[in-house]
């Protein structure tokens, strides 16, 4: 079976192909003939004949008639037989929203019988009337659209709108809060980690370094640059001068001020000036000289680093302790 385009148009309504006994007969009617604008109709379209005979009822472009009259849902064929003799019954629930009388004429169906296909009309013209509503202007007063009441606002009205706030304030605060501590090297969640005495953060990273045998792969300069960096943050952490940003006269002469062991203190400047040659002069110092500074860096740290008074001495607890009573 093929599908062809189902269109009604005013030009259709001649007079319905009479009926031989051999050719199935058409019947299509509307279940009323007017309908206010919006209402829906029922077309009920019935095709008795043979069972032999094959039928196949039309399908809409863009599911309208004659362009206005939309359709909405189309059933399934039903089949009636009676012995070699069936009726197929199909309706379509339709609907309007333009005014007037819409003659659609007969209602087509397509036939195939053995070599004959052909096309089948209702014995009546279909014929709809579409209605609206009319206004009496005479007596009928118009007026103008009321502006909607002022009521008093409720609570309920914007109860949603205030918690919603709420949470978006309260994820906002989270997520500043986070970034802060983020940034500070904290951790956001829990307590954080103490942090590790200076002592301990530059001994670890000198012997990190050691273990890397930088100098051993003929890079010197960055031996050195990072044996003084481990010192430097060392004496920023235990004495708390900004060694970072200074120079090492600089920071030998910030040490002038504070009690260091005078071997510490030569070593300290000997390992300086040596790193400021490498640095600077491109030096290449020997394999002695570059052990001789690690073990200059490693045993400054160890002689200057800060012990806590219940492991000090008993001797030097009590000079310390005299001191205190001087003061």
């Not at 206010?36 to 379209?45: A, E, R």
């Not at 918690?163 to 090297?185: E, Q, T």
């Not at 570059?290 to 045993?299: D, M």
């Amino acid at each position: 079976m093929r599908r062809f385009a189902f269109l009604f148009a005013f030009l259709l309504g001649g007079s319905s192909i009479g009926a031989q006994p051999s050719v199935p007969v058409v019947t299509a009617h509307f279940d009323r003939d007017s309908l206010l604008i919006g209402d829906q109709v029922t077309l009920d379209v019935q095709v008795a004949g043979d069972v032999m005979q094959m039928i196949d009822f039309p399908t809409f472009d863009s599911n309208r008639v004659a362009g206005l009259i939309e359709v909405l849902e189309e059933s399934p064929v039903d089949t009636l037989r009676d012995g070699r003799r069936q009726t197929l019954s199909k309706q379509y629930r339709m609907t309007v929203f333009d005014e007037g009388i819409y003659n659609l004429g007969p209602f087509p169906v397509l036939y195939i019988d053995k070599n004959i296909v052909d096309t089948l009309y209702s014995r009546d013209s279909l014929r709809l009337k579409v209605i609206t509503f009319e206004i009496d202007t005479a007596t009928q007063t118009i007026f103008d659209v009321k502006v909607p009441l002022k009521l008093p606002l409720r609570f309920g009205e914007v109860s949603g709108w205030i918690l919603l706030g709420l949470v978006v304030c309260a994820a906002l605060g989270l997520l500043i809060w986070a970034i802060v501590r983020r940034r500070k090297n904290k951790p956001i969640f829990g307590k954080p980690k103490p942090a590790l005495p200076p002592h301990v953060v530059a001994i670890r990273e000198l012997e990190n370094l050691h273990n890397q045998k930088v100098w051993q792969n003929n890079k010197h300069k960055l031996y050195y640059t990072r044996l003084t960096d481990i010192l430097r943050v060392y004496l920023c952490g235990r004495y708390g001068i900004s060694a970072m940003e200074m120079t090492s006269e600089e920071i030998l002469d910030a040490l002038r001020t504070i009690d260091l062991p005078e071997k510490s203190r030569t070593d300290l400047s000997s390992l300086l000036h040596t790193a400021d040659f490498v640095k600077f002069a491109k030096h290449i110092p020997s394999p002695e000289e570059n052990e001789q500074s690690y073990f200059r860096a490693y045993y400054f740290v160890e002689e200057t680093k800060e012990v806590p008074e219940e492991n000090m001495p008993e001797a030097e607890a009590k000079e310390a302790a005299g001191k205190e009573v001087r003061s």
